[in-house]
């Protein structure tokens, strides 16, 4: 019989994945047919696999053998077919967002032409002026190009920035979100296969060959964090979370190879325990590791998503001020021509 604490977490998971794929539909357009396509068949495919863990859990607890052919079945339709449409609606909404802000990056040509041709034609307006009054120079008219002159340059050094630095800052911070959240679900299939060796004869190659890409996927994504971590626009993290997540990475593999040592000797009670005790007494086990992994992996995926979404709100923030800088200066600007040249129309009134 499971564990209290595996079924509230299985409950806990399937919850939060109902939720989550209705939240992945929320904002999308006509020209995303195939997010709402995934959503829609992730959305039905959850109750039959709901449905299949139960029948095992019936059929088990009820000492039938046919218990394991559902579980089998659960598995398979998890791995073979949610997992994978999960894994791809993730990148379809990556791209999307990644795609937004190299939009949102590209140099906003009409707001700095509009100040161009706001330069040119105030240049006309006083040489107008100059002709209409034979006076050289109106304050009025100097201020307001002195406005406009420093508006078009802080516009102009802002959005070279952002088009300089801001696709580049964005990728540093979306990175280590996609490399986690993809060696998640393949370390979550690892565990599933390495939970049903127990009752499936699968290839020891096989399992070793999927074990060590899972690894090295899980380590690699890891590295990804570290070198985020060292470049600025990365908000500072826990910093122990790194350590965490590699002793669990090496306590994994450690338990793992243990578990398949003892499931090739025949030791099946002692496989048993190290692919089911997730709260072992002593040295951790193949389930107490991949639990510590997953935990750390889940942390660190929240803080990179929290790292971008303050680097999205702090660009934002920057365009704000920009944008509110350059308004001012143009007001500015039309008091300054109003104030220039009212004199030397009251001299003709």
Do not use: C
């Not at 579980?71 to 909404?93: D, G, H, K, V």
């Not at 990556?94 to 706001?118: D, H, I, M």
């Not at 243990?258 to 090739?264: A, G, H, K, R, T």
């Not at 005790?277 to 803080?303: M, R």
Request: charged share 20%; glycine share 4%.
């Amino acid at each position: 019989v499971e564990p209290e604490v595996n079924r509230n977490r299985y409950n806990e998971a399937i919850d939060a994945a109902s939720v989550a794929a209705s939240q992945a539909i929320v904002g999308t357009s006509a020209e995303d047919e195939r997010v709402r396509e995934l959503v829609t068949f992730i959305q039905r495919k959850l109750p039959v696999y709901t449905a299949l863990v139960e029948k095992a859990r019936v059929n088990h607890r009820a000492g039938h053998a046919v218990a394991n052919s559902y579980m089998s079945n659960a598995s398979a339709l998890m791995r073979t077919q949610i997992l994978p449409a999960a894994a791809e609606l993730f990148t379809l909404t990556s791209e999307k967002v990644s795609q937004q802000q190299q939009r949102l990056t590209r140099p906003q040509w009409v707001p700095l032409s509009g100040l161009v041709a706001a330069l040119i034609f105030l240049g006309l307006a006083q040489w107008w002026l100059w002709r209409l009054t034979r006076r050289r120079f109106n304050r009025g008219f100097v201020v307001a190009t002195g406005l406009l002159f420093l508006a078009l340059v802080w516009a102009s050094a802002s959005n070279f920035a952002t088009w300089a630095s801001g696709h580049q800052g964005f990728e540093t911070v979306s990175r280590p979100w996609d490399s986690l959240t993809a060696s998640r679900i393949e370390a979550q299939q690892m565990r599933t296969s390495e939970t049903l060796a127990l009752v499936l004869r699968s290839s020891q190659q096989d399992m070793s060959v999927h074990f060590n890409s899972t690894v090295y996927s899980v380590n690699q994504a890891l590295r990804d964090y570290e070198q985020a971590l060292v470049d600025d626009d990365f908000p500072s993290s826990d910093p122990t979370l790194i350590p965490r997540a590699k002793q669990a990475v090496e306590d994994w593999t450690t338990t793992h190879e243990n578990f398949m040592e003892d499931l090739s000797m025949g030791d099946y009670d002692a496989a048993l325990y190290q692919a089911t005790a997730i709260d072992p007494d002593g040295d951790p086990t193949a389930a107490s590791a991949f639990n510590a992994v997953d935990n750390s992996l889940a942390e660190l995926i929240d803080q990179a998503r929290d790292a971008m979404r303050t680097y999205l709100v702090q660009g934002l923030n920057a365009m704000t001020m920009v944008s509110t800088g350059v308004l001012l200066a143009t007001f500015g600007a039309i008091i300054a021509v109003w104030l220039g040249i009212r004199p030397r129309l009251q001299e003709y009134l």
